[in-house]
């Protein structure tokens, strides 16, 4: 917030600031209330130098021949991909081995709750 209000305020010119700490004592452990007002004052002076933001004039030659050269890849890679079959879906046409695989499932499971064995990875045979 400070920040922004100097900005606001004097963007490129340099700025004397100052902070004052002001302590009141009013009791002290053991003793109590001090016989004399114990207040004491602090003050910082510091001078807020603003840094200028550095503008590129303009892009990098090299940044924009790696950003065509990476979007005609892309483009390439794509049509070869499709054209090897990498965005086909291979979805089975007959759905009995889908239920023989979930009833099977289904009995391992009824077979470790009669066993009482608390982790699957010791009832199934996983390889």
Sequence with gaps: MVAKTMETLAGTVPLNV???AVSHVTKLPYIGEPK??????HEIFYKAVPE???VPDVVPLCGE?????GALILLLDIP????????????PTDHSMERQLYVMVIMQ????KFKNEPALNKCFQIS
């Design 80 to 91: 070869a991909l499709k054209q090897c079959g990498f965005f086909n879906r291979n979805r």
């Design 109 to 112: 499971m009824n077979i470790c």
């Design 18 to 20: 100052s902070t004052i």
């Design 36 to 41: 004399d007002d114990i207040i004491r004052s």
């Design 65 to 69: 021949v790696l950003a065509c050269a």
């Design 52 to 54: 200028p933001t550095p």
